[in-house]
């Protein structure tokens, strides 16, 4: 049974740090593209981080410099370090696996920014 557990996430005042995990499990981890993906009210499911299964990172502009993601194939882990957090990162955070037409999409996690 495929499964992809986010936790970390919570309510943190601007210019804070969140780290977020996601443990996964029941597939070739390792083997694996993986992204965290964010979804605000009212607005598109977006990417804010991904990494290769050999470990390239890409970001958008909107995060890059302030998040970074990184994966620990022995414990089949994705995690995304957050900093300068602003109120516009205010959002539902999912982990996703992909390989070739292969996804799964963990539950989300909340993060909220605020004052």
């Known amino acids: 049974q495929v499964q992809l557990v986010e936790s970390g996430g919570g309510l943190v005042q601007p210019g804070g740090s969140l780290r977020l995990s996601c443990a996964a499990s029941?597939?070739?981890?390792?083997?694996?593209?993986m992204t965290w993906y964010r979804q605000a009210p009212g607005k598109e499911r977006e990417l804010v981080a991904a990494?290769?299964?050999?470990?390239?990172?890409d970001y958008p502009g909107s995060v890059k410099g302030r998040f970074t993601i990184g994966r620990d194939n022995a414990k089949n882990t994705v995690y995304l370090q957050m900093n300068s957090l602003k109120p516009e990162d205010t959002a539902v955070y999912y982990c996703?696996?992909?390989?070739?037409?292969?996804?799964?999409w963990g539950q989300g996690t909340q993060v909220t920014i605020s004052s």
């Open positions: 996703n696996a992909y390989r070739g037409v292969l996804m799964f």
């Open positions: 029941g597939f070739g981890f390792s083997s694996y593209a």
């Open positions: 990494i290769s299964a050999g470990g390239s990172t």
